[in-house]
């Protein structure tokens, strides 16, 4: 079975700004009914922690702390009572239904410090005709400067034929950073496009019996009912 070579990937070099500063409110409230009220308010509650420093409970701005989480592993600078700190974005809890954040949690970073984080695979290109492009791995785990969080991993699948695999080991990694996913990982898999006559044996093979179409399914009742009138005995 044909692999990709390494070159097939690419990182893309756009990167996460570490401009998102947000001025944030120490939190003296705790409980879901004073999280109700920072909410009502048009706020976000979160946590800060890491390091080996106590929590620090805060209210961040609900518009701004939106749109500065649109990515994953968002860096922010965090201006608590004038002082500035890293942090990286852990875990956002969102609305089901309303697009709005209910909680985040922060990890405190340093500048030079690495993480290891997940960081989306983007696909590319156009495989070539009657394939299927299959993202078995969604994610990767990477270990990179928290100041250096690439937004995505871009792979190119140009041209890919059936039967083309991207391993985790083909990914091309940002200068300074090291892939923690298993290199083995299948990451994209390329298969052949299934034909219908192919579908219809498997369907006829597994016992599974097609929907008759819609058009012939409403013909047989129009042809009944013709033949019903051509011959009143029926």
């Given at each position: 079975?044909?692999?990709?070579?390494?070159?097939?990937?690419?990182?893309?070099?756009?990167?996460?700004?570490?401009?998102?500063?947000?001025?944030?409110?120490?939190?003296?409230?705790?409980?879901?009914?004073?999280?109700?009220?920072?909410?009502?308010?048009?706020?976000?509650?979160?946590?800060?922690?890491?390091?080996?420093?106590?929590?620090?409970?805060?209210?961040?701005?609900?518009?701004?702390?939106?749109?500065?989480?649109?990515?994953?592993?968002?860096?922010?600078?965090?201006?608590?009572?004038?002082?500035?700190?890293?942090?990286?974005?852990?875990?956002?809890?969102?609305?089901?239904?309303?697009?709005?954040?209910?909680?985040?949690?922060?990890?405190?970073?340093?500048?030079?410090?690495?993480?290891?984080?997940?960081?989306?695979?983007?696909?590319?290109?156009?495989?070539?005709?009657?394939?299927?492009?299959?993202?078995?791995?969604?994610?990767?785990?990477?270990e990179v400067e928290a100041t250096n969080i690439p937004e995505?991993?871009?792979?190119?699948?140009?041209?890919?034929?059936?039967?083309?695999?991207?391993?985790?080991?083909?990914?091309?990694?940002?200068?300074?950073?090291?892939?923690?996913?298993?290199?083995?990982?299948?990451?994209?898999?390329?298969t052949a496009m299934i034909s219908q006559e192919a579908l219809?044996?498997?369907?006829?093979?597994?016992?599974?019996?097609?929907?008759?179409?819609?058009?012939?399914?409403?013909?047989?009742?129009?042809?009944?009912?013709?033949?019903?009138?051509?011959?009143?005995?029926?």
């Open positions: 079975m044909a692999t990709s070579p390494k070159a097939a990937t690419r990182l893309e070099e756009k990167q996460l700004s570490t401009e998102n500063r947000l001025d944030v409110e120490l939190r003296t409230e705790f409980g879901k009914g004073a999280a109700r009220r920072v909410r009502r308010a048009g706020k976000v509650p979160a946590v800060v922690y890491g390091h080996g420093t106590d929590p620090i409970h805060i209210t961040m701005p609900g518009h701004d702390t939106m749109m500065a989480l649109k990515h994953a592993n968002a860096l922010l600078t965090l201006v608590i009572d004038g002082n500035e700190q890293l942090a990286l974005a852990k875990d956002v809890q969102r609305d089901p239904i309303k697009p709005v954040i209910e909680h985040v949690d922060l990890v405190v970073v340093r500048k030079g410090e690495k993480v290891t984080v997940d960081v989306p695979v983007h696909t590319v290109g156009e495989a070539a005709a009657e394939t299927v492009v299959n993202v078995e791995s969604p994610t990767v785990q990477i995505n991993i871009e792979v190119s699948i140009e041209g890919l034929e059936a039967g083309a695999q991207i391993l985790a080991a083909g990914l091309t990694m940002p200068a300074g950073a090291t892939l923690a996913t298993d290199p083995e990982s299948l990451v994209v898999n390329v219809d044996a498997e369907l006829a093979e597994a016992g599974i019996e097609q929907e008759e179409p819609a058009e012939a399914a409403e013909e047989a009742p129009a042809e009944a009912k013709a033949g019903a009138e051509a011959d009143p005995e029926a």
